[in-house]
């Protein structure tokens, strides 16, 4: 201790002899320049992007910048834009467009027949499982005529007022406990029926943010996520301001990597992410070893069950044991689960559980000074349809727990026979140990977008995956009708054979685009020719004949 003192004495004794002749006000700016200067450098050198990610992006604006690389990128995206419109002309061909209010109003009759027309436009056979997810239930006239004389009733009903609608605010509590209690949750879970899994997933996001502000004064939030998450995380991290570190994925698992999340922890973390199963693969995260994390150093946890909730709840009673993953694991203490998924609701409706009030509070947003009073919503929306909570609640009590526990057994075995098949073809591969229902297929041999543009002029429409490259196909109720997986398998088996005789080394047709926009490394260009994309989803014809104000 004598040594350190003596020490800690010639170290003082030399500063105040090197600064002696310094007046205060310079030790004052020198002092505040060094330690704005040292966390500068820490924020530039530990930002969640990598020092050579930034690098690469800078050097990319720079190179886009010169005249004739920018003519180049300007003409190649207005290429893309006129692919998409000649895209729409062909989709719409004949296509009558109503651009202008009617002057009179249209009968009843018209009105269906104008509906059903819209309604038929589309080249992928869904209805008989051409399509992979999408659409998750096997039409049932029963259920059917229910729901449309539920929604009949309940369209126009908001559960915003209590007062006037408590029975719409009544099924939604109800669906909520019923969902807490399949995925194991306590007397305090709870939670809010949203709009779909992303809004599920962006308010949880919010609930932890404002959580760790509440309670550990986090201010800068930062949430670690698996790269196989929902881009519904970055969804949440841009719309509410919050740092998202992505982590590394084992090449053969495709789970997440454990030792690479417990090192992107930090003091401002506010909730580390699970998927069970994730999107891309339909792989599972390691849910219990993230839980550990979450107690270790006191962090929320986020499972995401969006995709294959309604059938994880239900895979044990249909003789498919799972580890744990849910609210059975002490340190989750959220789940999104997508009940117009495998619940078979109808689109619109979804799921976001708490293990506690304490972090459901959280999620709330409530203003208290505005002139119209006082105002509280549980969610994004405020208004929200009463509509698609009554058919939540009617389709989980049309179906029951032994209805389920069916509905999965199908779909389960439907998936893993369809694994089982391809992983005999030799030229295939699959990723992982699928989960559930998605099963994701890769090639060594040739490139996959060649089998997914194969199969699509077979007639049926597949998922393309990036990073590696891959494609998938989601199981739903609809492949379980007979003939339809082994028409897949079928498929898939003489596609493969064909493109062997000639293997590509790049996508062609409708595939190209997909297999372009993966090897661009600037991103950015990526994601203007997306953003072009989205805007060719409100494509109307420019001229004014197509329209009908009668």
């Not at 389920?404 to 992983?423: F, G």
Request: proline residues 5%; charged residues 20%.
């Amino acid at each position: 201790m004598n040594h350190f003192q003596s020490g800690l004495d010639t170290v003082k004794f030399c500063i105040n002899n090197k600064l002696s002749h310094r007046q205060p006000w310079e030790i004052v700016l020198m002092s505040s320049t060094t330690v704005l200067t040292v966390t500068w450098l820490w924020d530039f050198i530990f930002k969640d992007e990598s020092l050579y990610g930034r690098l690469q992006r800078f050097v990319f604006s720079m190179v886009k910048k010169i005249p004739a690389v920018r003519r180049k990128i300007e003409s190649e995206l207005e290429t893309m834009r006129t692919s998409f419109n000649d895209s729409n002309l062909k989709r719409f061909k004949g296509q009558t467009f109503i651009v202008e209010l009617p002057t009179e109003s249209k009968s009843p009759d018209e009105v269906l027949s104008m509906f059903y027309a819209n309604m038929k436009l589309g080249e992928y056979d869904w209805k008989n499982g051409f399509v992979s997810g999408t659409v998750y239930y096997k039409e049932n006239e029963d259920i059917m005529n229910t729901l449309t004389e539920i929604s009949r009733v309940s369209s126009y009903s908001n559960p915003l007022h209590i007062d006037v609608f408590p029975g719409v605010c009544k099924m939604e509590a109800e669906v909520i406990k019923m969902c807490t209690k399949l995925f194991h949750g306590g007397p305090k879970a709870c939670g809010s029926i949203t709009t779909g899994g992303t809004e599920s997933i962006m308010m949880a996001c919010k609930a932890y943010r404002d959580y760790g502000a509440a309670t550990h004064n986090i201010s800068r939030p930062h949430m670690v996520v698996p790269i196989t998450a929902h881009p519904a995380f970055d969804k949440a991290a841009s719309y509410f301001r919050m740092r998202i570190k992505h982590v590394r994925c084992d090449p053969h698992t495709t789970a997440v990597d454990l030792r690479a999340m417990e090192r992107a922890i930090t003091s401002n973390t506010c909730m580390l992410v699970a998927s069970a199963p994730n999107y891309p693969y339909g792989t599972c995260d390691d849910v219990a070893a993230i839980a550990e994390l979450g107690l270790k150093y006191n962090i929320p946890v986020h499972v995401d069950c969006c995709l294959g909730g309604f059938l994880t709840a239900f895979m044990p009673a249909a003789g498919f044991p799972l580890q744990p993953f849910d609210f059975a694991l002490p340190g989750v203490t959220s789940i999104s689960a997508d009940t117009h998924k495998y619940g078979f609701a109808p689109k619109g409706s979804s799921v976001v559980m708490y293990s506690d009030p304490k972090y459901h509070k959280h999620q709330f947003c409530v203003t208290t000074e505005w002139p119209g009073g006082v105002y509280g919503s549980p969610s994004v929306c405020g208004s929200r349809s009463g509509g698609t909570i009554a058919s939540c609640w009617a389709v989980l009590m049309l179906y029951g727990f032994d209805g389920y526990v069916k509905s999965t057994k199908r779909i389960i075995e439907t998936s893993r026979y369809i694994e089982s098949e391809l992983r005999k073809i030799d030229e295939i591969f699959i990723f992982g140990k699928p989960m559930t229902s998605v099963v994701a297929l890769g090639s060594n041999s040739f490139h996959i977008y060649s089998l997914s543009e194969s199969l699509s002029e077979k007639g049926w429409n597949l998922n393309p995956l990036q990073f590696p490259v891959g494609v998938h196909l989601c199981v739903t109720d609809m492949h379980t009708k007979e003939g339809i997986a082994d028409r897949f398998i079928t498929d898939v088996r003489e596609s493969v054979t064909e493109i062997m005789k000639n293997p590509p080394t790049k996508p062609m047709g409708k595939m190209a685009v997909y297999g372009m926009a993966q090897s661009i490394p600037d991103r950015s260009i990526v994601d203007d020719a997306t953003r072009l994309f989205i805007s060719s989803m409100y494509y109307t014809p420019h001229n004014d004949t197509s329209h009908d104000n009668n």
